[in-house]
């Protein structure tokens, strides 16, 4: 109920800020809403996600990639995570949707990168998992490419403290940077069993030590 409420006020608030013509505001306002409409979206994939898609590439088009660039962001980074948990459609073509999308989003989050690493390194984060589990493309390669991928993100990520806006703390959705790492643990666990090169003996012992530290 709380994500559905909070995204009603925010989509209530996006109008009123069109109509008065503030842009700034507008902005600020649609990447909380793209936030929300993500995660209640994800709560039932099958049957909200298409449409928080729909919504988010129909909002691209109205950012100035210029004046709003970190909103486009944004929207760039949750059309890849929506893109990869979407049940609809072919999932190898989502897949390659979804790493389009980071692709864009982390070219965008690299211009401040040094000022804010965070949100570049959530992005780095989603494309090593479309990586992970893309379907088309070399497969030892797309494992590399992963695993490359969330050991950049891990250097770049404090390894303490909260992020997220504002609107993520209203509605409960602030994740610690402590269980975004224990994610990327995880997920580089899965990546070393499923790799295809090296050794499968020194493979197999650096997943059971990620999954350790996940835990």
């Given at each position: 109920a709380n994500l559905r409420e909070a995204a009603g006020h925010l989509a209530a608030a996006l109008e009123v800020w069109r109509e008065g013509q503030m842009a700034d505001e507008w902005a600020e306002t649609l990447a909380d809403l793209v936030v929300v409409r993500e995660r209640y979206a994800l709560l039932d994939p099958a049957s909200r996600v298409g449409e928080a898609i729909a919504?988010?590439?129909?909002?691209?088009?109205?950012?100035?990639?210029?004046?709003?660039p970190e909103v486009r962001g944004r929207l760039l980074h949750s059309l890849g995570n929506l893109y990869c948990q979407w049940p609809g459609g072919e999932r190898a073509e989502n897949l390659d949707r979804a790493k389009i999308y980071y692709e864009v989003a982390?070219?965008?989050?690299?211009?401040?990168?040094?000022?804010?690493?965070?949100?570049?390194?959530?992005?780095?984060i989603g494309l090593s998992n479309a990586y992970l589990w893309r379907v088309r493309g070399d497969a030892?390669?797309?494992?590399?490419?992963?695993?490359?991928?969330?050991?950049a993100a891990q250097k770049a990520l404090p390894a303490e403290g909260t992020a997220e806006t504002w609107v993520a703390q209203e509605t409960g959705l602030a994740r610690s940077n402590e269980?975004?790492?224990?994610?990327?643990?995880?997920?580089l666990a899965v990546a070393y069993r499923l790799r295809r090169l090296g050794s499968r003996e020194e493979n197999i012992e650096r997943?059971?030590?990620?999954?350790?530290?996940?835990?």
């Open positions: 919504f988010n590439e129909g909002k691209l088009e109205e950012i100035d990639p210029a004046k709003q982390l070219c965008i989050r690299d211009r401040s990168r040094q000022e804010d690493p965070k949100p570049w390194a959530y992005t780095r030892a390669q797309n494992i590399e490419l992963a695993i490359e991928g969330y050991r269980e975004i790492w224990a994610e990327v643990e995880y997920n997943a059971i030590g990620h999954a350790e530290k996940a835990q």
